[in-house]
């Protein structure tokens, strides 16, 4: 409820209070006749006082239920933005490692050559020096 009509509202009520009080006090009436007229100015204004309550209570509620409502949409907001954002890191790290493992893949055949070419060459290398100690 807005303001204005928050002081719409408490206006209208203290009003009503008011001028029931001055009518029947200012009314020429015995005082049995004033003392029910009051009885009755009273229940009135009770009810009146308790259908404002009512109304003010249920649009408090209202008032609430939006607000929990935008709470769960802002929630809901961010969870899927930081979900988004954990899914890009995913991606990113996953690539990377994809990355890493290819390049692991091609050092470990460079190993693998490089043994190969060592081997060769120190069968060659055994091969000399046998041939140059039967050449001696």
Same mark, same amino acid.
């Given at each position: 409820m807005s303001n204005n009509k928050l002081y719409f509202v408490s206006g209208l009520f203290v009003g009503t209070i008011i001028g029931g009080a001055l009518g029947v006090l200012l009314a020429p009436t015995s005082g049995e006749e004033t003392r029910k007229k009051i009885f009755e100015g009273t229940e009135e204004v009770l009810g009146n006082a308790y259908d404002q309550a009512i109304e003010y209570g249920e649009n408090l509620k209202e008032q609430l239920q939006?607000?929990?409502?935008?709470?769960?949409?802002?929630?809901?907001?961010?969870?899927?933005?930081?979900?988004?954002?954990?899914?890009?890191? +995913?991606? #990113?790290? /996953? *690539?990377?490692? !994809? &990355?890493?493992? @290819?390049?692991? %893949?091609?050092? +470990?055949? #460079?190993? /693998? *050559?490089?043994? !190969? &070419?060592?081997? @060769?060459?120190? %069968?060659?290398?055994?091969? #000399?020096v046998i041939i140059e100690e039967e050449a001696k």
């Open positions: 939006d607000m929990q409502e935008q709470f769960t949409d802002r929630v809901g907001q961010y969870k899927n933005q930081i979900e988004s954002k954990i899914q890009e890191i +995913q991606d #990113e790290v /996953n *690539q990377d490692i !994809e &990355e890493l493992n @290819e390049e692991l %893949e091609s050092l +470990q055949e #460079e190993e /693998n *050559q490089l043994k !190969e &070419e060592i081997e @060769e060459s120190s %069968e060659e290398s055994k091969e #000399e």
